[in-house]
């Protein structure tokens, strides 16, 4: 989250009384949270969000986004030392323990969230797979129309393309594994597999 303001000063930025503000918080057109001292707290890109003021850009902020696998922390160590080491210490570290093929990661959301609310403007990886394993000019694309630019450490891969072909047909095979045996009972398996087979069919003529 960004910087936080009190209703004064809330109103003070975007040109509301404080009492505008109270009220609206209120009435649920704005969120708020409370300090320790349970006084009323307002993030500063709902405040623009409210007054449909750009949020200020920071000149320069660069945050690192980490990935691998479940349980593998050691290489998300490993990964955040070489960031480190190239671009010092980040604004902020967004890291994930899931496969790249993986649609619900709670970092990269997050990180995209925070894209949209301009509260960086690089982002920082080791290569391009850690981001995401397929559809990486898409991720990239949506970034650069909030002004952010990804910054990739290395674009060679420890390993050869007939590994990387293998493991990428592996993430696949194991994520259609993963949704079909979500499927319920053996009538809908059954359906699946009947409408795969005739869809495969069509192609094939």
């Known amino acids: 989250m960004g910087k936080k303001y009190r209703a004064t000063a809330a109103g003070k930025l975007i040109n509301l009384h404080p009492s505008t503000i109270r009220r609206w918080s209120n009435e649920g057109r704005i969120p708020h949270t409370?300090?320790?001292?349970?006084?009323?707290?307002?993030?500063?890109a709902d405040l623009h969000a409210l007054a449909g003021t750009p949020e200020p850009k920071p000149e320069h902020a660069t945050v690192f986004y980490l990935r691998a696998s479940e349980g593998e922390q050691k290489k998300l160590d490993e990964q955040y030392k070489q960031l480190t080491a190239t671009h010092g210490q980040p604004a902020h570290t967004y890291k994930d323990k899931a496969s790249?093929?993986?649609?619900?990661?709670?970092?990269l959301?997050?990180?995209?969230?925070?894209?949209?609310?301009?509260k960086f403007t690089h982002v920082a990886i080791t290569q391009k797979?850690?981001?995401t394993?397929?559809?990486?000019?898409?991720?990239?694309?949506?970034?650069?129309?909030?002004?952010?630019t990804l910054l990739v450490l290395s674009e060679a891969s420890a390993k050869s393309p007939t590994e990387e072909l293998l493991q990428d047909f592996m993430s696949l095979v194991a994520s259609f594994s993963?949704?079909?045996?979500?499927?319920?009972?053996?009538?809908?398996?059954?359906?699946?597999?009947?409408?795969?087979?005739?869809?495969?069919?069509?192609?094939a003529r």
Do not use: V, W
Request: no cysteine.
């Open 100 to 107: 790249g093929l993986n649609e619900h990661r709670r970092g």
């Open 109 to 118: 959301q997050q990180l995209l969230n925070d894209a949209a609310k301009h």
């Open 129 to 131: 797979d850690r981001l």
């Open 34 to 44: 409370l300090s320790p001292a349970g006084q009323r707290l307002y993030d500063e």
């Open 133 to 148: 394993r397929f559809g990486y000019t898409y991720l990239e694309q949506l970034l650069a129309q909030h002004g952010i």
């Open 178 to 203: 993963g949704k079909y045996y979500r499927l319920r009972g053996h009538e809908a398996k059954k359906r699946f597999l009947t409408r795969a087979e005739a869809e495969l069919g069509a192609e």
